[in-house]
């Protein structure tokens, strides 16, 4: 919403809004951005592979979510959207006087999404103990696992706390926001070359 003096809050023009939002992604970003595609186009072969497999609604509908997830991640990481919405949150924030506050709800909702990755990754080591024979479903659990975690990671960014921005974003080129960022898609594609050889080896339903 525009200021009575017609820019942006926090003094931010039209002007320098489209700049942004169009700006030259890093390569960095555009490495990301090559990665998510490929593990898009691995999770469209599973879905594909699944549907001729005859395998069940569940299972194709997991991997086209999780393609189309990455699809999104992809346009994000080229447009540099991730970074405009944490640049206009502040902007507004400052225009509104509660920026020096934020920590007030960075905090909880900071702490409530690192909380709900480990009761799934919790809840993921237990699932996938008991399927010991069911090599499949411990691939589709694993990825959708890896997938909830990417979401939840990249809201954990958006609401950029202090005390996690200096943690992953520390380290230059190895900073440990790329190590969990490239893990957990890496994990994806992984799992999706694993369940399309697996179910090759079983009988079409």
């Not at 609604?57 to 447009?79: D, H, N, P, S, Y």
Request: proline content about 3%; glycine content about 6%; aromatic content about 8%.
């Amino acid at each position: 919403m525009k200021t009575g003096s017609g820019q942006w809050p926090g003094a931010i023009g039209q002007r320098d809004f489209r700049a942004a939002v169009f700006e030259a992604p890093s390569i960095p970003s555009l490495a990301g951005a090559v990665v998510y595609v490929l593990v898009a186009g691995l999770a469209a072969r599973a879905a594909t592979v699944a549907h001729r497999q005859g395998r069940t609604t569940g299972e194709i509908r997991q991997w086209r979510a999780i393609c189309a997830m990455f699809a999104i991640f992809a346009a994000i990481r080229v447009l540099n959207i991730d970074h405009d919405v944490q640049d206009i949150v502040r902007a507004a924030a400052r225009s509104d006087r509660i920026y020096n506050a934020r920590s007030e709800w960075q905090r909880p909702v900071s702490a409530a999404l690192v909380l709900v990755l480990g009761v799934l990754a919790y809840w993921t080591v237990r699932t996938i103990s008991r399927q010991r024979r069911k090599p499949v479903q411990r691939v589709l659990v694993l990825a959708r696992f890896a997938a909830i975690a990417m979401a939840t990671y990249f809201a954990i960014r958006l609401v950029s706390l202090h005390a996690i921005d200096a943690l992953i974003y520390r380290g230059g080129i190895f900073r440990v926001n790329y190590l969990i960022d490239m893990g957990l898609a890496g994990l994806i594609g992984l799992c999706s070359a694993i369940y399309v050889r697996q179910i090759r080896r079983e009988r079409p339903r």
